[in-house]
């Protein structure tokens, strides 16, 4: 019982507030936003609901809101996610994965299910035509709306300059040395880490590799080769009873991720984020997986296949690159988001006290830092809940594009409890950022809109810079918060 109930905790009812998307100008109903359709129930146009009823405890807001992720599971496992083959036929399934990958060309087979090309465009054409209504901010030149995952200012990528060649330069000695200072190369990581030398410092600032040069490459194949032995010994159980419910959310979920990035709908990435997440749920059975989780392998991934890819990483063909490689990023992505989870688990535990705790704790600092803002959703009965519980279970990626997401882990990762502590400083200055839009929203429903729906999508190094100046500025001006939110 209790495992149906930690399976079943997070559905959700689609016909709060919280889920609806703004359509400004428009006269029809709100849209999903995810399949970009009119929302069940949806009020009429013209109608503001203004009054909500506060849920009383954390579980009632679980059971009526869909801020984290997306909405209609039921209906979608239905009409629009078919189970995997397996599932249906109880058909045997390969143990080998990289084996049923020569095949991959010629269709389904072996407990995989390969969508169509024409039904992926679709999908990303009803993605990109309701993103297009946030362009309507014009103060920077615009960047693709499937946007460059290379780093960049919204302005495109100047040549480098002498400080940043400098910058490079010092990394380099830094990682080259026989004992790398992990101090230093925080310090020197807070602003942003070069692309060329990402990936060896994320490794070494995750805690996967050791700072010592002569083992990297021992650790390395060592870490590698477990990871590859849990594939072999636990990834054919995804169909066994007790692990089938588990596989099949995963599955869901994966075409989810970065819907507007060609990378993420090939059937090879989507299959190796499905081993990832499989065997990280299956070792960590006090959360197990959780929706949400799925988003932080992306950094992990992109990072580490940019060591083999110099430009356009978003429309890379994965299966171009020998498939020794493919395993390594495979590997290390695995490792390091297990990293990165050790030390926010308690965000995916079942009620997920963690985000509790963070929420509470970004609604005391707001109160603090902004009066006018607390008051302002005081007053039009908008719960911080309501738009931060994502902020915190997804670490801003759903509010962020990921060429961003990716600068601010440089950061997360210098911090220290960067991906916690540090965290909440951001998410305050994330919203503060807003004031003026904020305070001009006079009622529930808009208010909460645009907390959903706030228009980055033109971001780049420049405005992340100044989001985490801004944070580290509230970190030690209010560094006195109470030692129970710091988790």
């Known amino acids: 019982m209790a495992t149906d109930n930690r399976i079943h905790f997070w559905r959700r009812n689609p016909k709060v507030p919280g889920s609806l998307q703004p359509v400004y100008g428009a006269q029809h109903p709100p849209l999903d936003p995810r399949r970009h359709r009119p929302l069940k129930d949806a009020p009429k146009a013209g109608s503001v609901n203004t009054k909500s009823k506060k849920p009383s405890t954390f579980h009632e807001f679980a059971r009526s809101t869909n801020d984290a992720w997306d909405i209609d599971d039921e209906e979608d496992d239905e009409d629009t996610e078919p189970l995997p083959h397996s599932l249906d036929r109880q058909e045997p399934i390969s143990t080998n994965p990289y084996q049923d990958r020569l095949d991959i060309e010629s269709g389904p087979a072996n407990g995989r299910v390969v969508k169509s090309s024409s039904d992926a465009q679709l999908n990303v054409n009803a993605a990109r035509n309701t993103l297009q209504k946030q362009q309507s901010l014009p103060v920077r030149p615009v960047i693709p709306l499937v946007a460059r995952i290379s780093d960049q200012n919204a302005s495109g990528a100047p040549p480098m300059t002498v400080r940043e060649k400098t910058r490079l330069d010092k990394f380099k000695q830094l990682l080259a040395s026989p004992n790398t200072d992990l101090e230093e190369l925080r310090k020197h990581s807070w602003s942003g880490i070069p692309r060329e030398v990402r990936p060896v410092t994320w490794r070494l600032l995750s805690g996967y590799l050791p700072a010592n040069r002569e083992r990297r490459d021992l650790v390395l194949q060592r870490k590698r080769e477990e990871y590859f032995g849990f594939i072999e010994q636990y990834y054919h159980s995804r169909t066994d009873e007790n692990h089938r419910d588990t596989y099949r959310q995963i599955h869901i979920d994966i075409p989810r991720t970065n819907p507007l990035i060609p990378l993420f709908q090939q059937p090879l990435v989507q299959e190796v984020f499905e081993r990832i997440l ?17 988003d932080l392998v992306t950094p992990f991934f992109v990072v580490f296949l940019s060591e083999f890819v110099e430009e356009d990483v978003e429309n890379f063909e994965m299966a171009s690159l020998p498939l020794d490689t493919q395993r390594n990023i495979e590997a290390d992505s695995f490792w390091c988001m297990s990293k990165l989870l050790d ?32 008051v302002h959703f005081q007053k039009c009965e908008v719960e911080y809940l309501q738009f931060a519980f994502r902020w915190m279970n997804n670490l801003l990626m759903r509010e962020l594009p990921l ?74 001006m209010f560094a006195d918060a109470p030692s129970h939110y710091k988790r």
């Open 343 to 374: 030390g926010i688990q308690d965000n995916y535990t079942f009620a997920q006290p963690g985000i509790q705790i963070k929420v509470k704790a970004l609604e005391e600092l707001v109160s603090r830092i902004d009066e006018d803002v607390h």
């Open 278 to 294: 499989f065997i990280w749920a299956i070792r960590h059975p006090a959360s197990g997986y959780v929706q949400g989780i799925n």
């Open 403 to 476: 060429r961003c997401t990716i600068r601010l882990w440089d950061t997360y990762q210098a911090e220290s409890e960067g991906f916690s502590h540090f965290h909440l400083y951001v998410c305050a200055a994330f919203l503060i950022k807003w004031r003026k839009e904020i305070l001009s929203m006079v009622d529930f429903q808009s208010l909460l809109m645009l907390l959903q729906n706030l228009p980055t999508i033109h971001w780049g190094n420049e405005e992340v810079g100044l989001l985490l100046a801004e944070a580290y500025r509230l970190k030690y």
